[in-house]
């Protein structure tokens, strides 16, 4: 005899694997033109070319990429297993978005369940279904699954689900060993795959907080107790940690944490713009330090005060709305707070964050329209539809470099990134006298910046030397070098200049500087020729 408990999980089984049939289909759909798009930026560079991942071990990939380990692991495997054939890099990026898709399914069924009452099976199932796939084949997720070298923004995401979904399968349903040993693991992979793994952290913290059913006033009494004791502890070490701290919170030196977290209090609102109108993506946005800042930036952050108030105001009425914002913005509290990084803005930054704002948006369209139910299947359907023709064209765009590079200069004509790539492009196709001021902008807004691309610096250089302008060329590479920190990147470009003084015959200074590239990268093959040609000269 069959029991009741079985009857009614069966129907409910199905509808789950209906639901996971459906997105692989759309997400197979929406990416299909994406498994033979070629390598962008550092893709050939990091993946490619990085001998490491050829003939290296597990052991010296542990020692080179340390907190970024597992993630590389991956590339190591793709080369020992494919020896890095585009189409299967294609494939395993695009595998872990669907997984990632499935997790964003089971975890917003989970948290339906739980925090919304008087709903049938179908319907959790449905709403489930609608935020991964929304999440899924939007658009702007497009940057982390195609582009390659972005494989761990979303395998980080990947380990974020899991140890998420596992914290609230242990929270709010029963502690299981399983669960917990997910939990851990999960958390382990994610700290050795990419450092924004950290804001899962920040997520659950944030979500006790406000989510306690504790007195408010005997939780603000706990923070100031365990925020006293953590100051006892440190407040010994707090010269040298405090000094510890900065250093490994700083990508570049150029910008001040301040400029950078006004700077990102419009890239948010940039962000969030482009989840709701998908339209102008580009791989580099253009955005330029705000500095000084204006009354922009402080609405800015006005707005997104208001916006966390009004998530934690609305939790007994919309719980999966403030769950939704608060996954958002703990997402971004990394990448875009008071961290600075080089790149101000980047696409692929939302893929994280967005599973939050996915899940906020679509629970507030349910709780306003669940009274028409086939209008909003219908338009559900719709957006959804639009969505994948969207990710699609995108894709395709992906798979042409000379069109989607001209397409982010026309969208950022200004950008120092979109100038010098574009640039690249028109010396591939032999325009060389109109890649030069592009070129040669781009090295100089860089330089104002305080920072310089060596690929664009090198280019430049070359495109001068075929010109004759050999001391210009020189000229423009010595101003660069004090902002060139990588020894593999000072040594490609003294080479490049010791070149030009072979060219002036000047051998004196080639070999002098051939002999200094050599020292500061012993695989510069050129530099070596450069050297043994002026010693024999």
């Known amino acids: 005899m069959v029991s009741t408990q079985t009857i009614k999980t069966k129907p409910l089984n199905r509808r789950i694997y209906l639901v996971l049939s459906i997105l692989a289909i759309a997400t197979l759909a929406a990416y299909w033109p994406s498994f033979t798009v070629p390598f962008y930026l ?4 990091s993946v490619v070319e990085n001998h490491l991942l050829h003939t290296g071990s597990v052991i010296e990939l542990w020692q080179v990429y340390g907190m970024r380990f597992v993630g590389y692991l991956t590339f190591w495997l793709n080369a020992q297993t494919s020896t890095n054939s585009i189409e299967a ?10 997984m ?3 997790l964003v399914f089971l975890l917003a069924r989970l948290l339906t369940r739980h925090f919304v009452l008087n709903l049938e099976d179908k319907q959790i199932v449905f709403f489930a ?9 939007h658009p702007l997720n497009t940057q982390a699954v195609i582009y390659i070298v972005q494989r761990l923004a979303s395998l980080v995401t990947l380990f974020y689900l899991i140890a998420l979904f596992s914290y609230f399968k242990i929270k709010l349903e029963q502690f299981s060993i399983l669960w917990l040993l997910a939990f851990v693991i999960s958390i382990v992979f994610g700290l050795l795959t990419k450092q924004n793994f950290l804001t899962l952290f920040v997520f659950i913290l944030t979500f006790e907080v406000v989510f306690s059913e504790k007195n408010r006033q005997v939780r603000y009494w706990q923070a100031f107790l365990i925020a006293f004791l953590l100051l006892a502890l440190v407040y010994p070490f707090t010269p040298v940690l405090f000094k510890s701290i900065s250093v490994l919170t700083k990508e570049t030196t150029a910008i001040s944490r301040f400029d950078y977290f006004v700077t990102q209090t419009v890239v948010i609102w940039l962000y969030i713009k482009k989840l709701f109108l998908p339209v102008s993506l580009q791989l580099d946005m253009g955005v330029m330090v705000a500095n000084p800042s204006s009354g922009l930036h402080f609405v800015a952050l006005l707005a997104h005060i208001a916006l966390i108030g009004l998530a934690i105001k609305a939790k007994r009425y919309m719980p999966l709305f403030t769950i939704g914002i608060l996954l958002y913005y703990a997402g971004h509290s990394v990448e875009s707070f ?6 101000l803005a980047f696409e692929h930054r939302t893929y994280l964050p967005n599973v939050g704002l996915t899940i906020a948006f679509c629970s507030l369209v349910h709780k306003y329209c669940k009274g028409y139910s086939s209008q909003l299947v219908l338009a559900s359907v719709l957006i959804v539809l639009l969505l994948i023709v969207t990710t699609y064209k ?5 798979q042409d470099p000379y069109s989607f590079y001209q397409n982010d200069y026309q969208l950022a004509p200004e950008s120092p990134r979109a100038m010098e790539a574009f640039a690249l492009q028109l010396i ?6 109109k890649a030069e001021p592009l070129l040669l902008k781009s090295v100089n807004e860089n330089l104002i910046q305080g920072k310089v691309t060596v690929t664009g610096l090198n280019n430049l250089m070359l495109i001068l030397f075929q010109q004759g302008k050999y001391q210009a060329a020189i000229n423009t590479a010595m101003v660069s070098l004090k902002y060139i920190k990588q020894p593999k990147d000072k040594s490609l470009i003294l080479s490049t200049i010791a070149y030009g003084y072979i060219k002036m015959g000047w051998c004196d200074f080639a070999r002098g500087l051939s002999n200094k590239a050599v020292q500061l990268d012993s695989s510069n093959v050129r530099a070596k020729e450069y050297f043994a040609y002026c010693t024999q000269t």
Do not use: C, M, Y
């Not at 008071?338 to 790149?343: N, R």
């Not at 591939?428 to 006298?433: F, I, M, P, R, T």
């Open 428 to 433: 591939a196709k032999g325009e060389l006298d």
């Open 42 to 45: 550092d893709d050939r560079l």
């Open 338 to 343: 008071v961290i600075p990084i080089t790149d």
């Open 129 to 137: 279904a609608v935020v991964s796939l929304v999440w899924l084949v």
């Open 89 to 98: 890099l294609h494939l395993t990026n695009f595998a872990i978005h669907l």
């Open 100 to 102: 990632n898709g499935g």
């Open 394 to 398: 995108r894709n395709q765009l992906w």
